[in-house]
């Protein structure tokens, strides 16, 4: 189990770094963003937090793929896995799907969309040229110049919370981004790992599964909460901090709160 903090987008893309960085100061292994509408970018955090640590890795959960063009996505994510080797965890969507209608982008079948999307999004990252007429995917012989070297391949997350999207993550992707109960997990897991059991990929699979919290929270209550995730099948646990008051403030409250985190994984690590 890998444990990570959430920098949800109703923080200021200023306080990004600070937070980032006491993160790492922390010991926490991941930060985990999201590109929601219409806050920061996804990509544009991501680069900011890699560049302003040394070792953290970084999520992106998710992406809305109505939103990017897939070559755009393959650029940018190819640009910091080479940069940043084995520190982005890059994951894609459906989006909200009021905000795609919002920014005029919403598209009639989000599962075809994002099974075009996923299968070139792949490819492109792997460095193959790519030909593509699909219903919203065109692409015309695209081919990265600088793709992600095998040694250093980048995984795919992939979002879903209905039966027919965690089929399409378990067939397609390397990692299942969920946000729903814990006590749903088992069941809507087993419909992600039986499709991709017949897809013929024996490889491991990783969960993502999104843990709030109080901000005010122990760090006993938050090692409960994550073995619980754990028990239920996730293997990395983004923890995200809550107030009844709305958003905290991107100061202290965040910077003990990133501390509670960290006692907690040292709650849940094994014993000698």
């Not at 879903?160 to 946000?179: F, I, N």
Request: proline share 9%.
């Amino acid at each position: 189990m890998e444990v990570g903090l959430i920098f949800p987008p109703d923080q200021p893309p200023e306080a990004l770094l600070v937070v980032a960085r006491a993160a790492e100061d922390a010991g926490i292994p991941e930060l985990w963003l999201w590109e929601d509408c219409f806050a920061e970018s996804g990509i544009a955090c991501a680069a900011a937090a890699l560049a302003a640590t040394d070792h953290l890795r970084v999520g992106i959960g998710l992406m809305p793929v109505p939103l990017r063009n897939v070559a755009l996505t393959a650029m940018e994510v190819a640009t910091l896995a080479r940069m940043f080797p084995g520190r982005l965890l890059p994951g894609i969507g459906h989006g909200v799907l009021e905000w795609m209608g919002q920014a005029g982008v919403r598209a009639d079948s989000p599962l075809t969309l994002l099974r075009e999307y996923a299968v070139a999004l792949r490819r492109l990252l792997d460095g193959e040229q790519v030909t593509a007429q699909g219903r919203y995917v065109r692409l015309d012989r695209v081919q990265l110049r600088h793709p992600v070297p095998d040694e250093q391949r980048v995984p795919l997350f992939m979002g879903g919370a209905r039966p027919k999207t965690l089929a399409l993550a378990g067939q397609l992707g390397d990692a299942l981004v969920y946000d729903q109960s814990v006590e749903r997990l088992p069941e809507l897991l087993g419909i992600a790992l039986d499709a991709r059991a017949d897809a013929g990929r024996p490889d491991p699979f990783d969960v993502v599964a999104f843990c709030s919290v109080p901000i005010d929270s122990s760090a006993a209550l938050i090692a409960e909460r994550l073995a619980a995730l754990a028990a239920a099948g996730a293997t990395r646990i983004p923890v995200c901090a809550v107030s009844a008051a709305g958003p905290p403030e991107s100061g202290p409250a965040l910077m003990d709160f990133a501390t509670m985190v960290a006692a907690a994984i040292d709650d849940c690590a094994p014993q000698p």
